[in-house]
């Protein structure tokens, strides 16, 4: 799935009832991580719910690439995850820092329907890969 596809079923969403649902459904959709990744380490900070995002690096081919699993005890926020791995997951450092996911999620509607705890999480997830982003990208210069 793409993040184009995900904004035009969005976009076919009136209700925030039904793109709650629709969120969770896509939060179904992660693939599973296992449950050794699970860990301290690949943890993030600052959410209300668990949150777990373990990075894999594929040094083949031009530069890095960065991939994603991610996993959350909250169904919304798996659904969260999942939207932002469609934004990250896949790409190079240079296309994660280049990447404004909070946009994406404010041109979603998100801004007003999120909880502060919920915002604050999203932001800890994105700042998370964009720390990774900028790791890789000091590690291949």
């Keep these: ?13 009136d209700d925030w009832d039904d793109r709650y649902r629709y969120v969770i459904e896509l939060g179904r959709t992660l693939a599973p991580m296992p449950e050794d990744e ?9 959410c209300a719910s668990q949150v777990w ?7 083949g081919g031009a530069g890095p690439i960065l991939n994603y699993l991610g996993d959350s005890d909250a169904h919304i ?3 969260l995850i999942a939207i932002l791995l469609t934004l990250y997951s896949g790409r190079t450092p240079q296309e994660i820092l280049a990447i404004d996911a909070p946009a994406v999620f404010d041109e979603l509607g998100f801004r007003e329907h999120l909880t502060p705890q919920r915002s604050n999480g999203l932001r800890s997830m994105v700042e998370r890969i964009r720390s990774d982003a900028r790791e890789a990208l000091a590690a291949a210069g």
Aim: aromatic share 4%; no cysteine; glycine share 6%.
């Design 53 to 59: 995002l373990s990075r894999h690096v594929d040094r």
């Design 38 to 46: 699970h860990s301290a380490a690949n943890k993030v900070q600052g």
């Design 1 to 13: 799935m793409t993040i184009d596809e995900i904004r035009d079923n969005f976009a076919l969403l």
């Design 77 to 79: 926020v798996r659904g």
